[in-house]
């Protein structure tokens, strides 16, 4: 690490189990953030704060002034415009020892596995079902670690998934709930602070994973509610009957019916 590096990152240096060894870790790292919406804005900027060395920010999406009460990284002026770029430029102001680099291409089924393929971490920030199925099975597939989060109203979740040790997500929800079953954020709204603290917790699990540590949410799926301000980790197993990472992969991919808690949008 250069001098400015030991500077930038001394407060977390001196941590009692993060040292020269740990950033290093960080600063080799390459990690796919998938999605620049709610969740994407604070674990993508966690992640370059932290000094992960080279992040890239998969949205398809532009700015809309609803998305400002939570969406931080973008400004009024930005209406209009793509989000991946404007996160990627503004993360790279912000601290320009790494890489970010913004990818303005839609996550299906059909390209999830080339696309995903070759990260040390994917954190998860996307807003549907079809995509949040297609991240976890590629993941799966190429053996990356993914971080999942999701967010409604004033209740949040959190997961970690190390594939070939953890439950992944098509383990704890085998199946998509039916259309219109889970109102979107737009029918029933959605807190800014609420994707800030999981996406916050999404990002603490990844940089520690990253770096060495050890990390709290393998196999426990983490509930969040702000209303009661409660927070309930609930135990999670694998599934040997799990079409993702059971004893054989059988690609699933789901339809696209709506959009579906917070992420991208």
Excluded: W
Excluded at 30 to 40: D, E, N, Q, S
Excluded at 53 to 69: A, K, M, P, T
Excluded at 239 to 250: D, L, Q, Y
């Amino acid at each position: 690490m250069n001098l400015n590096e030991i500077k930038r990152y001394s407060r977390q240096l001196i941590l009692p189990d993060f040292g020269t060894r740990e950033q290093a870790r960080l600063k080799k790292a390459k990690v796919a953030v998938t999605g620049a919406g709610g969740l994407g804005c604070p674990i993508s900027t966690y992640l370059t704060l932290a000094g992960v060395g080279e992040i890239h920010i998969f949205d398809f999406d532009r700015v809309e002034l609803s998305n400002l009460n939570r969406q931080f990284l973008y400004t009024p002026s930005d209406v209009g415009k793509p989000k991946a770029k404007l996160a990627a430029e503004r993360l790279g102001e912000i601290n320009p020892e790494i890489r970010v680099e913004g990818i303005e291409e839609r996550i299906t089924y059909d390209n999830a596995f080339e696309l995903l393929k070759g990260y040390d971490a994917i954190v998860d920030g996307t807003d549907n079902f079809a995509v949040r199925y297609a991240v976890n099975d590629a993941a799966v597939v190429n053996r990356v670690p993914l971080f999942h989060g999701a967010a409604l109203m004033y209740e949040g979740r959190a997961m970690s998934i190390i594939p070939g040790e953890t439950a992944c997500f098509r383990c704890v929800f085998p199946e998509p709930p039916p259309a219109g079953m889970i109102p979107t954020c737009r029918e029933a709204g959605i807190l800014g602070s609420v994707v800030g603290i999981v996406g916050a917790i999404q990002a603490s699990e990844a940089i520690r994973y990253l770096a060495g540590l050890e990390i709290g949410l393998k196999n426990r799926l983490l509930i969040v509610n702000v209303d009661e301000m409660r927070f309930e980790k609930v135990r999670i197993a694998r599934s040997s009957e799990c079409t993702a990472c059971g004893e054989k992969f059988v690609p699933r991919p789901v339809e696209e019916v709506c959009v579906v808690e917070e992420g991208d949008e």
